[in-house]
C-alpha cells in the first residue's frame, strides 16, 4: 500500500519513505517525528532530519495531515478523506478517536454565510482519561488513608 501511495502522489519509492508510511499505518495514530524515529530505527537506521524532511514532503503533497498540540509537538497521520477528531489524555497521551463529526453544521453554516469555501478543520479536545482519572483518585484515596 505504501508503494502505492507514493505512486499517486509522484513521489519516489524509497525503503525509507516505505518504512515510515508502513509505521503510520500499522500504528493508526497520530505520531511524532521522535516516535517514528524510535520505531524505524530498530529496522532502517535514519537520522530525526531525515525524517523530519520526509513528513514534510509527505504532508505537502497530501499524504499526511499536521497537526501542532499543546505540548508544542507536531504530530503526523495518514490524510484520510473521511476526518476524525480526538480526545488526548494529557496525562499518559491516550489517543481516542471521536466517530462523529460535531461540526459539520457550523461548517455548512459558516459556508452559506461568508461564501467562504472550507476545505477541512482540525478538533481536538484535551484533558484526562477515564483511566488516569481513576489511577489519581485511587493515589489520593492511599494518601487520606496513610
Same mark, same amino acid.
Request: hydrophobic fraction near 35%; charged fraction near 25%; proline fraction near 3%.
Given at each position: ?14 525503503? =525509507? +519513505? +516505505?518504512?515510515? *508510511? ?14 517514528? *524515529? ?14 523530519? +524532511? ?11 495531515? =499536521?497537526?501542532? +498540540? ?28 471521536? #466517530? ?12 452559506? =454565510? ?15 482519561? #477515564? ?7 485511587? #493515589?489520593?484515596? =492511599?494518601?487520606?488513608?496513610?
Amino acid at each position: 500500500m505504501s508503494q502505492t501511495i507514493l505512486k499517486d502522489a509522484a513521489l519516489k519509492s524509497t525503503k =525509507k +519513505r +516505505r518504512l515510515l *508510511l508502513s509505521i503510520l499505518q500499522a500504528q493508526n495514530k497520530p505520531m511524532t517525528a521522535e516516535e517514528l *524515529l524510535e520505531q524505524s530505527n530498530t529496522i532502517l537506521p535514519m537520522n530525526l532530519s531525515t525524517i523530519y +524532511r520526509t513528513l514534510n514532503i509527505f504532508t505537502e503533497n497530501g499524504i499526511l495531515s =499536521k497537526t501542532l +498540540r499543546k505540548d508544542g509537538k507536531a504530530y503526523f497521520a495518514l490524510a484520510k478523506h473521511d476526518h476524525t477528531h480526538h480526545l488526548i489524555c494529557t496525562v499518559c497521551q491516550k489517543i481516542i478517536p471521536i #466517530a462523529h463529526c460535531p461540526l459539520q453544521e457550523l461548517e455548512e453554516d459558516l459556508q452559506q =454565510k461568508t461564501g467562504f469555501h472550507i476545505t477541512g478543520h482540525l478538533l481536538e479536545f484535551s484533558g484526562i482519561c #477515564a483511566d488516569c482519572l481513576q489511577k489519581n483518585h485511587a #493515589a489520593n484515596e =492511599k494518601e487520606k488513608s496513610d
